[in-house]
């Protein structure tokens, strides 16, 4: 499976973006998807995760209302919109994948980046005050 991520870049404090994520590489799997961020100097956090029923969704709590994780099984594709956006969501941003089998997934699963298998290239957001 691989995944590539882009639409990163510079934008002004207040400002939005979204990020699009790809999957190739084994069409009928399903997978749960997540967006992961590194700023310098900082470990890697969750940011969102949408399981493959495009439903369930979980957020970090500082991203919350602000920005928004959606699928399109159709396009194998994952985006994540981002609003509101502050210097402090400047991060390369990363999308995962993990398979999902349907069955109940729990808050570890989806927010451990220890549980994807698979991971895209980054993609860098800076946000300027």
């Known amino acids: 499976v691989q995944l590539q991520a882009f639409g990163g870049g510079l934008v002004q404090a207040g400002g939005s973006l979204r990020l699009t994520c790809g999957v190739s590489g084994h069409p009928s799997a399903r997978y749960a998807m997540a967006w992961f961020r590194q700023a310098p100097g900082k470990e890697r956090e969750f940011v969102t995760a949408i399981r493959w029923n495009g439903i369930n969704t979980i957020y970090a709590d500082s991203v919350k209302g602000r920005f928004t994780i959606s699928r399109d099984n159709a396009r194998n594709t994952v985006y994540l919109q981002m609003n509101s956006l502050t210097p402090v969501d400047t991060a390369v941003y990363y999308c995962?994948?993990?398979?999902?089998?349907?069955?109940?997934?729990?808050?570890?699963?989806?927010?451990?980046?220890?549980?994807?298998?698979?991971w895209g290239q980054g993609t860098q957001v800076t946000v300027s005050s």
């Open positions: 995962a994948a993990q398979a999902d089998f349907g069955g109940p997934m729990g808050l570890t699963s989806l927010q451990s980046k220890d549980k994807y298998n698979f």
